[in-house]
């Protein structure tokens, strides 16, 4: 119970005091007007209330990434509880509020031209390739996903294959219609549900007869029963819960909606703390409910699931709340990422093409290719899907904190805070490409793939170093 406690506490702090020390580098100024009104349109760029913004935000960044990815997480053992707290603070909070930003001060363009802006054409142009394949891959995978939740759930006339197709066309229209008609509405009602179910289970485990073996005294090694390392696997398999390179397209939709540059720390570093929170609960709740670290592992043995295990201490812990809170849970929080995933490569697609989205008929001829490529993508087995949506967004993170650094090198500011990350997944993304097994990786020895994973990122900071020494000694205003 105490590393818990003291897990919380140290995530609660570092927003007001690291997201303080960022929110300083980065320079906010309330009296910039935002894109919400420069470029208002009705459609995707809409001034909307602070609170509703960081509830759409944290919900769509969240989804299910924090309950899974944490339930996964810790089935490596404590080092999961470090990587939550330290991972969001210094890493995760810091990509979606930078990238945010950068987003705010530039017309609120999306992620492929940010890192375009910094990093070169032939970046931008291999960034729209693979944003758009990974919000494709998020929209698909959270298709399939509640589709078989719901079909188990309903008559058996109402099969997974129509609960796709009902999917599907709540997706076109949440990816189609302004933002503050169906995601503006709906996005709060279930953000306060998935914090409420959070924020329950924290309850139970600070009032209620439970313990968390948190097994800190027996080191930080994986506790799997197969003995996967927990470097690099335990970095991808939370992905959400401490840093998601999905974020940084989300963040930019968001950024439109913004009223003032004072509240992007509350809604954008605020809302990964959130995340963080909530998968710190979830990890500390798998742990104390299955009784350590045997027990998650003979539950998973048995034919447990994420999803059932989200279910049995969802029902066992808050009752018939619960139940509907967990049916809340695996179902429309997966959904509401889906959505956004959608909506957001239509936004890419749109500011590659230059193509004014005010007009229903070009979104919807945007929307088409799109949903197409979804229903394609759902050809291929779920399972694998999975594997490589999780490598993907690990990767899509570094790309984006290194155009982050360029950014804030550019100005003369502290890129140190955005370099450090970058370092640290780079090496993640690319010994895990080189060491996970097939397909998903190239299967190459372990060492081998963790130094040639750490070499590539003294490298590129190399590179990035000679280029910041070549830098004019002119600083770029903050806007440009």
């Not at 702090?13 to 309330?30: A, H, M, N």
């Not at 279930?190 to 600070?206: I, K, Q």
């Not at 948190?214 to 799997?224: E, I, T, V, Y």
């Not at 190239?442 to 910041?468: D, M, S």
Request: hydrophobic letters at 55%.
């Amino acid at each position: 119970m105490t590393a818990f406690l003291v897990s919380l506490a140290i995530l609660i702090g570092g927003y007001f005091i690291y997201g303080y020390i960022v929110e300083r580098v980065i320079g906010i100024d309330p009296a910039r007007t935002t894109p919400a009104y420069t470029l208002r349109d009705g459609i995707d760029f809409v001034p909307m209330p602070t609170w509703k913004v960081f509830l759409i935000q944290f919900l769509n960044i969240a989804g299910l990434g924090p309950i899974f990815g944490a339930i996964m997480g810790i089935m490596f053992g404590p080092a999961a509880f470090l990587w939550i707290v330290f991972g969001t603070i210094f890493a995760g909070a810091v990509h979606d509020f930078v990238s945010a930003m950068i987003s705010l001060r530039s017309g609120g363009i999306s992620l492929p031209e940010i890192v375009g802006n910094e990093l070169g054409s032939t970046i931008k142009n291999v960034m729209r390739g693979f944003s758009l394949l990974l919000l494709i891959l998020v929209g698909t995978v959270f298709v399939v996903s509640p589709a078989q939740l719901i079909a188990g759930m309903t008559p058996d006339w109402m099969t997974e294959t129509i609960w796709v197709a009902v999917i599907l066309g709540y997706y076109f229209l949440a990816t189609a219609l302004p933002i503050d008609k169906l995601i503006g509405n709906l996005y709060p009602l279930f953000g306060v549900a998935l914090l409420f179910m959070a924020l329950g289970l924290m309850f139970v485990m600070l009032f209620g007869d439970v313990t968390i073996p948190d097994g800190f005294a027996q080191g930080l090694g994986s506790r799997r029963a197969d003995s996967v390392p927990v470097f690099p696997m335990m970095f991808v398999s939370i992905a959400c819960g401490a840093i998601s390179g999905f974020h940084a397209t989300q963040s930019p939709m968001m950024a439109r909606c913004l009223k003032n540059e004072r509240m992007a720390r509350p809604v954008f570093y605020g809302a990964m703390v959130a995340e963080g929170i909530v998968a710190l609960i979830w990890a500390a709740a798998t742990i104390a409910f299955t009784g350590g670290y045997e027990g998650l592992s003979e539950y998973m043995a048995n034919g447990g699931t994420a999803g059932s295990l989200v279910k049995d201490i969802s029902m066992s812990w808050l009752g018939a709340v619960g139940g509907v809170l967990a049916i809340i849970g695996v179902i429309a929080a997966p959904i509401s990422t889906g959505d956004t995933a959608f909506r957001s490569a239509r936004l890419i697609l749109a500011d590659f093409l230059h193509l004014s989205q005010t007009k229903v008929l070009r979104r919807f001829m945007l929307c088409v290719p799109v949903f197409l490529a979804g229903v394609g993508l759902m050809m291929i087995d779920f399972n694998v899907l999975w594997r490589y949506f999780a490598w993907c967004n690990q990767t899509l993170a570094v790309f984006t904190l290194w155009a982050c650094s360029v950014w804030l090198a550019r100005r003369g500011k502290a890129y140190i805070i955005t370099v450090v990350p970058a370092m640290f997944m780079t090496c993640v993304s690319i010994s895990y490409l080189l060491c996970a097994p097939r397909p998903e990786g190239l299967g190459l020895p372990y060492q081998f793939a963790v130094g040639a994973g750490c070499a590539a990122a003294v490298i590129i900071l190399g590179l990035f170093v000679r280029w910041k020494m070549s830098l004019s000694r002119i600083q770029l205003p903050d806007e440009a």
